[in-house]
């Protein structure tokens, strides 16, 4: 009898790629991350790390440097714009997704593709007459970071 051996990596990457589309299409849609759907996400990929990858160190310290990096961000901006959102809350779940999903290092390639992306998005925006206080997903450009990450 033998047995055929298969890597479940394409299909896993492609359920994280599900996610980040998910993710995106919420935010955009509803203006919102669901931080519900986004922790279950977080926890499903930090089990599939460490049970099919064995890269559950990885993972968790990618999924840490992510929030970690999006939450200070986050304080930054509030302490320079005082009560306006810099950023949604729920953007630093969704750089901690990020995170998890591409693992550390990668999560700094990951972060910095969905600075750029929301930046040119930003830069467009202004050059089209919408002011600096108008609204601008910022998961979209992060999950869009994420998934270039994951299939780099």
Do not use: K
Request: glycine share 16%.
């Amino acid at each position: 009898m033998s047995f055929v051996v298969v890597d479940a990596r394409p299909l896993i990457h492609g359920l994280y790629l599900l996610g980040l589309i998910a993710v995106a299409a919420t935010d955009l849609r509803w203006r919102s991350v669901f931080r519900v759907m986004s922790f279950i996400m977080i926890t499903a990929v930090l089990m599939t790390a460490g049970l099919f990858f064995g890269e559950w160190e990885a993972s968790t310290g990618g999924s840490v440097f992510g929030a970690g990096v999006f939450g200070l961000l986050y304080g930054i901006g509030r302490l320079l714009y005082g009560s306006r959102e810099p950023l949604g809350s729920g953007d630093i779940v969704v750089a901690g997704l990020v995170g998890a999903m591409v693992g550390f290092p990668r999560v700094i390639l990951a972060l910095l593709m969905g600075v750029l992306l929301n930046g040119a998005l930003g830069l467009c925006a202004l050059l089209a007459g919408r002011g600096r206080a108008s609204h601008i997903a910022y998961s979209p450009g992060l999950c869009l970071g994420g998934a270039i990450a994951l299939l780099a």
